[in-house]
């Protein structure tokens, strides 16, 4: 039994001068056969493990990763999480996520650092402001919460907006979700890894996979750098390695994989307390606890697996933000950092039987994931445990491309992110 | 940022240049013959290598003519830039896992 956290762990533990604390999740060795193995230890593959193992009742169980836990996209976003999608399928997936986030912390009794200070879409033109109000509206259909601000009420929550006559962005207005917010991305991977591990199962680090067992259409296992592991069921989770993973097992798929960057300044005093994102300029920015403002961008334009982000969007995506907030013209950043995303080409997911029987696949998330991660892995864990899709994932399949059912969220989610 | 060499007006600055995604995908001779998979496949389906990928460019800002690039989409490395319509030279397809 892994021991909880609580203010009485934080005393005792005081005591002896946070040198014993409990380990989190152990590193077991591979065992021969799984019932499921995950591919891929980011926060959608170890949450999708944490379900498997809590709502299905499924013992054997391992995550295998080939870095360390949420080394990839998880542990490298900008960790805006909101709900506010158009089109009903999404916007039914993110607010099951949303619910979820709402009570994660009791849930993983691990403290995910999710607040839910409220995020602002900028609308900058008339195009903008329409595709706005229809959003707000659809997603109060959808019963999301969804406000919309005119310039002076944007002003008003965020002073320290430029709205000055003939700035370069004008703002004409924002839609804002007051449920929507931030939250600790690593605390999210380890919260679920500590979570699973206490249900039983295997977390397997620097461990990649390399190939996968197929026989007569079927998945029975993975060949991994610690020998081949067997499995009755494989869920791939690996974002921008989606492709690779498929070509392994024989199939293509419509994503592609391209960096997408951010960045964050030096500390400073509380400046900004909701997060502002604006579509149109592929800016972004929100104040992490640590005072470091976190700015995120628009991807490179081709496809690329090297962990970085070209320099002109660097450029680019602070020449907004400089526009945007003057007063941030002098702040100097400390870091830039690039992440490698799965975009599908109608900026939606695809968490779906794949053509290998026992094989699903859980990618296309793109610029856009983060929020969605205890969503995904609730609906992802009943699409492996029942081999059959959830009503919440049944339209994210992988044969949508050839039916022809897309659902569209490039321009309609406001930002990709 | 990369540096691209177009074939026309020689190494340019890669934001004078626009991406046009996976070369030698030919538009379907006989459209109304297609199957959906097969639409699918035209329309949607990619190879997305980790290694080398054959592309297309344009010099949207010089010459505005499209050729083609052979590039490690790891390294990102040009290997290689030929014309439109030809068939790339032989080179090792690079795959990283
Ligand atoms: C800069 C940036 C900013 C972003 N901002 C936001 C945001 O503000 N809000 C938001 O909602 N989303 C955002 N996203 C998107 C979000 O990060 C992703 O959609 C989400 O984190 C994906 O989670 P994942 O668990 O699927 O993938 P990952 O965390 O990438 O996990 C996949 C794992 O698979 C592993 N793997 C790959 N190949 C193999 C193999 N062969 N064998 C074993 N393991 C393998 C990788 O090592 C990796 O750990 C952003 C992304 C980036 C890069
Ligand atoms: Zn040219």
């Not at chain 1, 991807?299 to 907030?325: H, K, N, P, W």
Request: include cysteine; charge should be neutral; glycine fraction near 10%.
């Amino acid at each position: 039994m892994t021991p909880r956290y609580s203010v009485f762990s934080l005393l005792r533990n005081a005591l002896s001068y946070h040198e014993n604390w409990q380990q989190a999740w152990r590193s077991p060795e591979p065992k021969a056969r799984y019932d499921v193995i995950i591919v891929g230890g980011g926060g959608h593959g170890l949450a999708t493990a944490y379900y498997l193992a809590k709502l299905h009742g499924i013992k054997s169980i391992a995550v295998v990763e080939r870095g360390w836990l949420g080394g990839g996209n998880t542990g490298r976003n900008t960790t805006i999480v909101r709900s506010n999608y158009l089109w009903d399928q999404s916007a039914a997936l993110y607010e099951h996520a949303m619910k979820l986030w709402e009570g994660l912390s009791q849930d993983l009794n691990y403290n995910v650092m999710f607040s839910q200070r409220g995020v602002l879409n900028l609308a900058h033109n008339q195009h903008d402001l329409r595709e706005t109000l229809r959003r707000v509206n659809a997603n109060r259909l959808n019963g999301i919460d969804s406000e919309f601000l005119n310039a002076q009420q944007v002003k008003e929550m965020v002073p320290i907006i430029d709205l000055r006559e003939g700035g370069r962005y004008p703002v004409l207005g924002a839609s804002l979700q007051r449920r929507g917010g931030t939250a600790r991305h690593d605390a999210v991977a380890w919260g679920y890894a500590r979570g699973a591990d206490a249900l039983g199962v295997d977390i397997i680090q620097e461990c990649a996979v390399n190939g996968f067992r197929i026989e007569n259409g079927k998945v029975t296992g993975v060949e991994t750098s610690k020998g081949l592991i067997e499995a009755d069921k494989v869920g791939v989770v690996t974002a921008g390695h989606s492709s690779v993973m498929a070509n392994m097992a024989g199939f293509r798929l419509p994503v592609q994989s391209v960096p997408l960057q951010a960045l964050v300044s030096e500390p400073v005093k509380p400046i900004i307390d909701t997060v502002v994102m604006s579509g149109a300029v592929h800016a972004y920015v929100s104040q992490s606890d640590k005072g470091e403002l976190v700015i995120g961008a628009g991807v490179d334009g081709y496809i690329g697996y090297g962990q970085r982000g070209s320099m002109q969007v660097t450029e680019e995506t602070l020449a907004a933000i400089c526009e945007l907030f003057p007063l941030f013209r002098r702040m100097r950043m400390l870091r830039q950092w690039g992440g490698i995303v799965d975009v599908c080409p109608d900026a939606s997911p695809i968490l779906s039987k794949t053509p290998v029987q026992n094989l699903y696949l859980n990618c296309g998330w793109g610029t856009g994931g983060f929020k969605a991660t205890p969503g995904s892995g609730w609906a992802f864990a009943h699409t492996i445990a029942k081999d059959e899709p959830h009503e919440l994932n049944a339209a994210f399949t992988l044969d949508r491309f050839r039916t022809g059912f897309l659902i569209d969220e490039h321009g309609a989610a406001a930002v990709a992110h | 940022m990369l540096q691209i060499t177009c074939p026309h007006c020689g190494a340019r600055a890669e934001s004078e240049f626009h991406n046009g995604g996976e070369a030698h995908i030919e538009r379907p001779k006989d459209p109304a013959a297609l199957t959906d998979a097969e639409w699918a496949e035209f329309v949607f389906l990619r190879d997305n290598p980790k290694g080398l990928l054959l592309e297309r460019w344009n010099h949207t800002q010089g010459c505005r003519r499209w050729f083609n690039v052979a590039r490690d989409t790891v390294t990102y490395e040009i290997l290689a830039v030929y014309p439109m319509g030809s068939q790339p030279p032989a080179l090792d397809p690079r795959r990283y896992v």
